[in-house]
C-alpha cells in the first residue's frame, strides 16, 4: 500500500488524540527550528517539503569513516586525526552501537511529558579516559578554504544536531562530554588532474553543545502539533514564499 494518496503522506501523521508515542526524528525537530509552519504542514497534514537531492558522495565518506575507525575500535587505538589533535580518547565500544548509527532505528528516548518518542541516528562515539563519550559527527564537502571552523549561519543546524544527539546519549543513561567534534572532510580541488579517485583533507573541529534548549523546544513542538490552525509563515523561510508567490500566481 502506498504511503502517499493524493499527493498527501499517509503515514508518520500526527494525531492530537493519539495515545500511541508519535515518532519525531532529529531532523524533523530541525524542520520546527527553521519553521514551525512547514513543520506543521509536515507532521500534522502530511504534505512534505519537496526533497532536496541525495547527497550520495557524502555517503559514501561516512560508509569509509565509519569502517576506518571500526578497525580502530577493535584494536582500541586512537585514529591519527586524534593523536594530531591531542585527544586523549578512543573509539567506544557500545552494544548498541550499530543500532544507534542504523537511519531506520537510531538512538531513541521517549519524552514522556509530551508523548514524543525522539530519535536521531549519530555517526560515531569516542570514549576519554574519564569514561565520557564524546559524540562525533562526519561531514563532507568541496570548497576552496580550509575548513576550520563553524562560522556560518548555515552551520547553526549542525550545532542543534551535535546538541540533540547529546541529549539523546545523556538519556540513554551514559556519561557525556559537552564537548564534541566534527569529522570535516574537504575534497581537494588543487590537484593537477582526477586520476580516478578523489582526496580529502580532513580537519576536526570541536564544539562545546548545550542541550538546555532541546526540553523546551520539545514542549513547543508538543504546543504546535496539537494547535487547530496553521501557523503564520516564516518571512524568511522560502518554502513558505514559494507557496504564496505561487496561490498569488493562480489568482491572477
Known amino acids: 500500500m502506498s504511503e502517499y494518496y493524493n499527493g498527501k503522506r499517509t ?38 517539503r519537496p526533497p532536496g537531492y541525495p547527497f550520495t558522495l557524502n555517503s559514501a565518506v561516512d560508509a569509509l569513516l565509519k569502517k576506518e575507525f571500526d ?17 586523549d580518547a578512543i573509539p567506544a565500544e557500545h552494544p548498541n ?43 563532507a564537502t568541496s570548497k576552496n578554504e580550509e575548513i576550520i571552523a563553524l562560522d556560518k549561519d548555515w552551520q547553526d543546524g549542525y550545532k542543534r544536531q551535535m546538541e540533540i544527539y547529546q541529549w539523546l546519549i545523556r538519556h540513554n543513561d551514559l556519561k557525556v562530554s ?13 590537484l593537477d588532474k582526477f586520476d580516478a579517485k578523489l582526496e580529502f583533507n580532513l580537519t576536526l573541529i570541536p564544539y562545546e ?17 496539537n494547535r487547530d490552525t496553521i501557523p503564520e509563515a516564516d518571512e524568511d523561510c522560502d518554502f513558505c514564499a514559494y507557496g504564496r508567490d505561487m496561490l498569488e500566481a493562480s489568482r491572477k
Open 11 to 48: 503515514k508518520n501523521i500526527y494525531n492530537p488524540g493519539g495515545k500511541e508515542p508519535f515518532k519525531l526524528s532529529r531532523s524533523r525537530i530541525e524542520l520546527f527550528m527553521q519553521c514551525p509552519r512547514c513543520f506543521y504542514i509536515d507532521r500534522r497534514l502530511g504534505v512534505d
Open 71 to 87: 578497525l580502530l575500535r577493535k584494536s582500541k587505538e586512537a585514529h591519527p586525526l586524534m593523536k594530531q589533535h591531542n585527544i
Open 97 to 139: 552501537l550499530d543500532e544507534w548509527r542504523n537511519n531506520f532505528k537510531g538512538v531513541t528516548y521517549f519524552h514522556k511529558e509530551t508523548n514524543l518518542l525522539i530519535t536521531g541516528a549519530i555517526d560515531d562515539l569516542w570514549q576519554n579516559p574519564q569514561g565520557e563519550y564524546i559524540v562525533v559527527d562526519y561531514k
Open 178 to 190: 559537552n564537548t564534541g567534534y566534527f569529522v570535516y572532510c574537504n575534497g581537494r580541488r588543487d
Open 209 to 225: 553543545g548545550n542541550d538546555s534548549w532541546v526540553e523546551g523546544t520539545l514542549n513547543r513542538i508538543y504546543q504546535c502539533l
